[in-house]
Nanobody, 129 residues
Framework: QVQLVESGGGLVQAGDSLRLSCAVSGSSYTFSRCAVGWFRQAPGKEREFVASISRNGNNIAYEDSVKGRFIISRDNAKKMVYLQMNNLQREDTALYYC????????????????????WGQGTQVTVSS
């Protein structure tokens, strides 16, 4: 079983950038068998998919509103997943979670929260105008 810890959130102004990190505990072998996703939840709203990356990093999926602004990546040797967020907007304000799907096939990029078995505690991103 892996555990996930997010970091990198903060308070920024619209147009700024942030890079979120997700540190994954457990063996490198276990991590390499996990697809990883980022989700977010704003106050009063449902949790929503942001981005996901396949086990080998070759396939990536993004929610439409973040395409062209956010970049997800992973470093299997360091057991880290990153979310580079550029040109942040007020509507990006939310608690951001990373999640792991240990059942994913090699090239799959799960986009629904039900696919993910393990979740981090979240890191807050607040964007002011």
């Amino acid at each position: 079983q892996v555990q996930l810890v997010e970091s990198g959130g903060g308070l920024v102004q619209a147009g700024d950038s942030l890079r979120l990190s997700c540190a994954v505990s457990g063996s490198s072998y276990t991590f390499s068998r996990c697809a990883v996703g980022w989700f977010r939840q704003a106050p009063g709203k449902e949790r929503e998919f942001v981005a996901s990356i396949s086990r080998n990093g070759n396939n990536i999926a993004y929610e439409d509103s973040v395409k062209g602004r956010f970049i997800i990546s992973r470093d299997n040797a360091k057991k880290m997943v990153y979310l580079q967020m550029n040109n942040l907007q007020r509507e990006d304000t939310a608690l951001y979670y990373c999640a792991a799907d240990a059942q994913a096939l090699l090239l799959v990029t799960p986009t629904t929260s039900q696919n993910y078995e393990v979740w981090g505690q979240g890191t807050q991103v607040t964007v002011s105008s």
